[in-house]
């Protein structure tokens, strides 16, 4: 049963904007904070954005300013809207659980975001 799909994926240039979009399965996102996490190419996964269940928000130094994350409850999903991108913030986007419950059940596919220079 899938219950992360993320999308948005993309080529940007640099400055530009996007804006992924992720739905959960409904008691995922009923029961959690909800966060963007992203792996660049040879990196680890990293923390990018948290969505409280009462909609309070946490981000990221390198993203602060830049991103937003919003959630959106009559649907099931989560957004992170991203803008003046970066080449590093090129990346698989996923979103998931926040916290330590990220480590429950699987992660998504993950979404790609390129950003050229």
């Known amino acids: 049963q899938v219950q992360l799909v993320e999308s948005g994926e993309g080529l940007v240039q640099a400055g530009g904007s996007r804006r992924l979009s992720c739905v959960a399965s409904r008691i995922i996102f009923a029961l959690n904070a909800m966060a963007w996490y992203r792996q660049a190419p040879g990196k680890q996964r990293e923390w990018v954005a948290t969505i409280s269940r009462g909609g309070g928000t946490n981000y990221a130094d390198s993203v602060k300013g830049r991103f937003t994350i919003s959630g959106d409850n009559a649907k099931n999903t989560v957004y992170l809207q991203m803008n003046s991108l970066k080449p590093e913030d090129t990346a698989v986007y996923y979103c998931?659980?926040?916290?330590?419950?990220?480590?429950?059940?699987?992660w998504g596919q993950g979404t790609q975001v390129t950003v050229s220079s």
């Open positions: 998931n659980r926040a916290g330590p419950a990220s480590g429950i059940g699987s």
